[in-house]
């Protein structure tokens, strides 16, 4: 029996969407993802802007580049593409980028704004994120500033990689967590590990 043939990048992202959106992760248009196609030159599948994630098709999805500009594909890129294209140029495993939003986190990530990072430590789910072989080692989810800025706001987030180079997400504030993997499936596992402990750290702070 033959194996199944891999999905395209539209269906794995579109059925992301529908998942997250089942799972009350986004929310209505809010948030974006891609797939990276290519480094040399940098391609990328990117949800085009207003789209339901619960709703997502192969129609919903641009090609765009570097420069964000649209290779194929129809509507407008988010205006949170420059913030992929920063994620990729600095994690050069990264091949998905996706964004969940959950009450949970949003609450955390007001808690402890003024401390720079949501900290996770001891809790046996974070072994299952990319790369991790114990649940003692800490994690962080740095926390920044929203703006309005788009451009402004990717040179923040480039700087916060280049200073915690480990890191599997970063959680803009009072917007929603953006988290990568080498795959689809190693993303979301990340953002599902992330979802579950924001869940666990409010209810106990509660």
């Known amino acids: ?10 269906t794995e992202l579109a059925e992301t969407g529908r998942e997250f959106y089942r799972r009350g992760w986004a929310r209505g248009a809010s948030g974006n993802f891609s797939i990276l196609l290519a480094r040399k030159p940098l391609r990328l599948c990117i949800t085009a802007a207003g789209n339901e994630k619960g709703a997502l098709d192969e129609t919903n999805f641009l090609e765009i580049d570097d420069d964000a500009e649209i ?3 129809f509507g407008r890129p988010s205006d949170e593409t ?4 920063s994620i990729y140029r600095l994690r050069p495993k990264a091949r998905c980028i996706l964004y969940s939003q959950t009450v949970w986190g949003m609450l955390l990530a007001d808690k402890y704004f003024v401390d720079g990072s949501i900290v996770m430590q001891g809790y046996e789910a974070l072994k299952g994120l990319s790369g991790r072989t114990t649940h003692d080692e800490i994690e962080r989810i740095p926390i920044v500033e929203n703006a ?28 929603g967590l953006y988290t990568w993997g080498e795959t689809v499936e190693d993303a979301r596992k990340n953002v599902d590990i992330f979802e579950f402990m924001f869940e666990v750290l409010g209810r106990g702070t509660r």
């Open 1 to 10: 029996m033959s194996e199944n043939p891999p999905q395209s990048p539209t």
């Open 71 to 73: 290779l194929q594909g």
């Open 82 to 85: 420059v913030l992929h294209l």
């Open 148 to 175: 309005q800025d788009q451009i402004a706001l990717s040179h923040v987030i480039e700087n916060v990689l280049l200073e915690n180079p480990t890191i599997h997400g970063i959680y803009i504030r009072r917007h």
